[in-house]
Structure formats: C-alpha cells, structure tokens
C-alpha cells in the first residue's frame, strides 16, 4: 500500500524550531519528487516547498524562503521539513504529498501533522 | 503568482443532484488545473488531473472540463459520501496555488 506518514509535529515558541519528517512506503521514492502543503486552522491550502529526486532542486513559497528547509533521504524514504524562525501565521497542519515532477498533480497525500506556535 | 477563485463557496444539495463548481485562473494554465476532494478530518484526496483526467480509484461520477482560464467538476448524481470541501489547484507554474474551496452540504 502506497503511504506517506508525517511526525514531528507539536507546539512550539515564536521563533523557535521544529522538524518534520514523512516516511514513504510502498513505492519507490526516489523516483518522485516530493512535496509539503499545509493548511492553517479551518483555511485553505498552501504549497510551501518541492524538493527532486536527488534533492538537487528545491522550490519554496515566499513567505517560508531563509527560514524553512526540504530535504530527503532516499537510503531511508523519508523527506524532511526543518522550520526555522517559526510564527503564528506557520501554525497548520502540514502534509507531505507525493509529485512525479515539480509542476504536477499531488497524487498521494500523508495524514498530516500540527504545528502550533504560540507563546 | 496565479490566483484560483471557485465558485460557489458554499452549496447545499440533494442526493441524486447534478452538481457542478467552477474554477477560474487569473492567467491561462493550459490544461495544468487539478481537483481535490476533502473531507472534514481528513487529508486531500487527488480526484481528476489536468482538467479531465479521472485519477485512479475515483468513482464515475466525478468529471472534469476546461482549459485555459475556465474550468469545471461536475459530479453526476451525487451521494451522501460526497459531503466534503472541494478545492482546485495549478501547476502550471511555481508556487502552486490552490483555489479558496467549495463546500459542499448534504441535504
């Protein structure tokens, strides 16, 4: 069964950090790109970055460039999100996605994980 | 940065109804526009990819249409299930931008 499970999530400061990470399972995952969406508190959905196959490329929305972070791990099929510099307007629930290329359909969604920031 | 806007934002409908939503692009995308069912508590799921293509698994009912700025889902005789916001999405170009969503209610 193909799937994407995020972890990482959980209530951090203004200006803190957090890492996420997303376990892919049942294809093979260095063959995709990968992606993060999120989607704040009964909003609706944000493209936040893109990262290729090899990790050689990555894409960022504007309002997260210098503070977040995509990358991968293909010997562990896992893609990460390290957030650095962190806001209220970050707090959402952020979705790892699975892409055949940078500009395509999002076809496999994870389950998601929450990130809160908040004093 | 390309600007999705759908409408309705909201519908009530009645099982066995005709339902359709519009999504319209800020800029021509070709036929790089996709649709999205959500349900509450629950991740998105892909439904039809570039306009018209049904993504696998999808029921029948469920179809697509468009290019360039003017699109459409159209669900045909709609379930109770089908209760859920709907969004579109571009990928025309970076960043990808998704449309506000449609929620549909179940009468």
């Known amino acids: 069964e193909v799937q994407l499970v995020e972890s990482g999530g959980g209530l951090v400061q203004p200006g803190g950090s957090l890492r996420l990470s997303c376990a892919a399972s049942g294809f093979t995952f260095s063959s995709y790109w990968m992606s993060w969406v999120r989607q704040a508190p009964g909003k609706g959905l944000e493209w936040v970055a893109n990262i290729k196959q090899d990790g050689s490329e990555k894409y960022y929305v504007d309002s997260v460039k210098g503070r977040f972070t995509i990358s991968r791990d293909n010997a562990k099929n896992s893609l990460y999100l390290q957030m650095n510099s962190l806001r209220a307007e970050d707090t959402a629930v952020y979705y790892c996605?699975?892409?055949?290329?940078?500009?395509?359909?999002?076809?496999?969604w994870g389950q998601g994980t929450m990130v809160t920031v908040s004093s | 940065e390309i600007v999705l806007t759908q409408s309705p934002d909201f519908q009530s409908v009645t099982p066995k109804e005709k339902v359709t939503i519009t999504c319209r692009a800020s800029q021509s995308i070709g036929s790089s526009l996709h649709w999205y069912q959500q349900k509450p508590d629950q991740s998105p799921k892909l439904l039809i990819k570039?306009?018209?293509q049904s993504f696998s698994g999808v029921p029948s009912r469920f179809s697509g249409s468009g290019s360039g700025t003017d699109f459409t889902l159209t669900i045909n005789s709609l379930e109770a299930e089908d209760a859920a916001t709907y969004y579109c999405h571009q990928s025309s170009s970076l960043p990808h931008t998704f449309g506000q969503g449609t929620k549909l209610e179940i009468k």
């Open positions: 996605a699975r892409i055949r290329w940078g500009l395509d359909a999002f076809d496999i």
């Open positions: 570039y306009a018209s």
